[in-house]
C-alpha cells in the first residue's frame, strides 16, 4: 500500500527527511510558514546549505509537494512528522509554542481525514512533551488517541555537514510510543525504507525523548573534557593534546569521535540541549552540576583564544584580527551559536578591527553584523589586511594555508584552534591551540 508522509517544519531536520523520502518515491508534503522558503524549494532550492542536499531534492522532485498551509488536503497521510523549531525561552527553558500551534491545527482537521495518522516529533522536546502536552492539545476537539491519531516521538541524531549521509544511514532509529501496536505502523514503514540491518530499537515515548538529550548532552560532555585537556597541555611544553586524544581514542571504552579540541562546540543543539536539560533537571529538584560545568567550559573557551591575544599584544584595541570560518562547523553555513560569532563580538567590544572570510556563512553572518565586519572573498584579503589571524573552522580550503601566505600578516602571528596546519617557519608566530611550546 502506497504511504504518505506530511513534514512540518522544512529546517535542517525536515527538510534532510523529506528530500531523503521523496528520494525514495515516498510520497511527500512538506509544510513551512515560511513563504519564501517553499517559493525556493518548488524550485528545488533549499535556502540553506548542506552538502547533497539539493541533489536529493532534485531527485525526490515527482514525489514532493510543499505548502505554507496545514489543513485536511495537506495532512491526510499515513505519517505526520512534526520538526519545528524548540528554541529557548527567556528563562533558558525550551520554548514549545511552535510546536504547540503545529499540534493544535493538526487537531482541527483530524476528524476531516480519512487517514487515521501517526503524529511524529522529531523536534527535540522536554522529555513527557508528547505525553502530558501534545496529547492533551490533540484531545481538545473530542480526538481520541488509538481512533483518530497515534503520538510517536522519533528523535534524530543528525550532524550538519552529513545531515544526507546520516538519514540514509542512521546508526539507529528510536520509536517511542505508548504500545507496541503504536509503533509497528511506524517501523513497518521505516523496514521499507532501510535495510534489513538497520538497528531499532523500540521504548516509550518519555524515554525515546530522553535518549536525545542523553545523546547531546554526552557528546558534549566529550567536547569540553578534551578542549579542558588542551587548555591544559597548552601550558606544557611539547605536550601534543592532538597524540593524547589518539590514544584515548583506542580505548573501545572511550572512542575516537568528538575527541577534536578546538575552540568549543556550537550550533543550533548542544548548547540548546544542554541548557533545556539543565533547566529541565531543576525544574525537577535536581542541580545537575556536571551538565553546568560543560554548559560553562564552553562558553569560557572563547576567553582563551582572547587570552592568547593578550599576550602577544600590549593592547587589542585598534587590532586587525582576521577571523578564518564563521559557521560553527566545516560543510555548512550556520552560525548558530558559533564560537566564531562569540570571539568576534568579543573582540569588537575592544575595539579590534575585524576581517572575516567563510566559504559559506559570509550572508548569514551580514544578518548579524552589518557593516561592523570587513567581509573579504579572497584569503589573501585577509592576510593582507590583519596584525593576526585566527583559524577557526576546519574548511578543507584552509588547509592549504602556507607560510608565504601568513607571512602577509603585519605581525605575523597566526591562530590555529583546530590545529589543520603545521607551520615551522622561524619568521612566524605560529600558534595551535593544545600545543605546549
Known amino acids: 500500500m502506497e504511504q504518505k508522509v506530511t513534514i512540518i517544519g522544512l529546517g535542517f531536520v525536515g527538510l534532510s527527511l523529506a528530500s531523503f523520502l521523496s528520494s525514495r518515491q515516498v510520497k511527500v508534503t512538506g509544510i513551512d ?28 522532485r515527482k514525489y514532493q509537494e510543499f505548502s505554507t498551509k496545514i489543513n485536511p488536503k495537506t495532512i491526510n497521510s499515513n505519517f505526520i512528522f512534526i520538526s519545528v523549531g524548540t528554541p529557548l525561552d527567556n528563562q533558558n527553558g525550551m520554548k514549545l509554542d511552535f510546536v504547540k500551534c503545529v499540534v493544535n491545527s493538526i487537531s482541527k482537521n483530524l476528524k476531516n481525514l480519512t487517514t487515521k495518522p501517526s503524529i511524529i516529533l522529531k523536534s527535540s522536546v522536554i522529555p513527557g ?10 484531545e481538545k476537539n473530542d480526538n481520541k488517541e488509538g481512533i483518530h491519531y497515534e503520538i510517536l516521538s522519533n528523535p534524530e541524531f543528525l550532524r550538519e555537514g552529513s545531515a544526507i549521509n546520516d538519514t540514509i544511514h542512521p546508526h539507529v532509529i528510536v520509536i517511542g510510543g505508548i504500545n507496541s501496536t503504536s509503533r509497528k505502523k511506524l517501523l513497518n514503514f521505516y523496514k521499507t525504507i532501510y535495510p534489513k540491518n538497520q538497528k531499532f530499537i523500540e521504548t516509550n515515548n518519555t524515554t525515546a525523548e530522553m535518549i536525545k538529550y542523553a545523546n547531546n548532552a554526552f557528546l558534549a560532555t566529550k567536547i569540553s573534557f578534551i578542549n579542558s585537556l588542551a587548555n591544559i597541555c597548552q601550558n606544557i611544553p611539547g605536550t601534543n593534546i592532538d597524540h593524547v586524544a589518539e590514544v584515548m581514542g583506542l580505548d573501545p571504552r572511550i572512542s ?11 550550533g ?29 567550559t564552553n562558553k569560557k573557551q572563547v576567553s582563551t583564544i582572547v587570552s592568547i591575544l593578550k599576550k602577544n599584544f600590549k593592547s587589542l584595541s585598534g587590532k586587525k584580527i582576521g577571523i578564518l570560518g564563521l559557521a560553527f ?26 576581517f572575516v ?27 593582507s589586511s590583519s596584525d593576526c589571524g ?17 607571512k602577509k600578516l603585519h605581525s605575523k602571528i597566526f591562530i590555529d584552534t583546530r590545529r589543520i596546519l603545521k607551520i615551522s617557519d622561524k619568521e ?5 591551540l593544545g600545543i605546549g611550546v
Not at 268 to 291: M, N, R, V, W
Request: hydrophobic share 35%; with cysteine.
Open 129 to 138: 512533551t508528547a505525553v502530558n502536552i501534545i496529547k492533551p492539545i490533540l
Open 390 to 406: 585566527i583559524l577557526m573552522t576546519p574548511w578543507e580550503e584552509y588547509k592549504k594555508i602556507n607560510p608565504n601566505l601568513i
Open 33 to 60: 510558514s515560511n513563504k519564501k522558503k517553499i517559493d525556493l524549494l518548488r524550485s528545488n532550492i533549499p535556502d540553506f546549505f548542506e552538502p547533497k542536499l539539493e541533489q536529493y531534492l532534485k531527485k525526490g
Open 268 to 296: 543550533s543543539c548542544f548548547p540548546k540541549d544542554i541548557q533545556a536539560l539543565i533547566s529541565f533537571s531543576k525544574s525537577l529538584g535536581y542541580k545537575p552540576e556536571l551538565l553546568e560545568a560543560v554548559r560553562d
Open 256 to 266: 575516537k569521535l568528538f575527541l577534536k579540541a578546538g575552540p568549543g562546540y556550537g
Open 329 to 354: 562547523k566545516e560543510n555548512t553555513d550556520d552560525i548558530r551559536e558559533s564560537v566564531s560569532i562569540r570571539l568576534i563580538e568579543n573582540l569588537l567590544k575592544k575595539k579590534c578591527k575585524i
Open 428 to 432: 612566524i608566530s605560529f600558534i595551535s
Open 357 to 383: 572570510h567563510d566559504p559559506k556563512a559570509i550572508r548569514n553572518t551580514k544578518r548579524i553584523f552589518n557593516k561592523k565586519l570587513e567581509y573579504c572573498d579572497r584569503l589573501e584579503d585577509v592576510f
